[in-house]
């Protein structure tokens, strides 16, 4: 059985996007709601990997939209599991911005999903064994 710290380290969850017209406002950036769709996804990816379990989404908490993306980017998505408890974990993911054309890479939005693991009736198991 692999530790803790271990599960955490090899749950790392990367996804890269491209941000095309449909996923964008009338200001020619990300829509809000598809930026957390995205991050729900791969923080349930990531909150999978680690547990191996069913989990759900039970909240989400503090996000942070610190720059619009705009439309003809590409967007690099990263999870990582931020706390463990007894049947849930949080998972931070962090969505980072690049310029298709040059090196630029910054920060743009953060938020936390907190994800329990549940058994076939949907109650809440431990979430590791």
């Known amino acids: 059985m692999k530790s803790k710290e271990e599960l955490i380290k090899e749950s790392e969850t990367r996804i890269f996007k491209?941000?095309?017209?449909?996923?964008?406002?009338?200001?020619?950036?990300?829509?809000?709601?598809?930026?957390?769709?995205?991050?729900?996804?791969?923080?349930?990816?990531?909150?999978?990997?680690?547990?191996?379990?069913k989990v759900?989404?039970?909240?989400?908490d503090k996000i942070d939209f610190e720059k619009p993306i705009p439309e003809g980017t590409i967007v690099e998505l990263v999870a990582r599991i931020y706390k463990v408890g007894n049947t849930s974990c949080?998972?931070?993911?962090d969505i980072?911005?690049?310029?298709?054309?040059?090196y630029n890479r910054e920060l743009t939005v953060t938020g936390y999903f907190k994800f329990v693991a549940v058994n076939?009736?949907?109650?809440?198991?431990?979430?590791?064994?």
């Open 18 to 53: 491209a941000i095309f017209p449909n996923t964008t406002n009338h200001y020619n950036t990300l829509f809000g709601g598809t930026a957390l769709h995205m991050m729900d996804e791969a923080s349930f990816i990531c909150a999978t990997r680690f547990s191996r379990k």
């Open 56 to 60: 759900v989404t039970i909240s989400t």
């Open 90 to 93: 949080t998972v931070k993911v």
């Open 96 to 102: 980072f911005m690049e310029n298709m054309y040059n």
């Open 120 to 129: 076939e009736q949907m109650k809440p198991i431990p979430i590791l064994n």
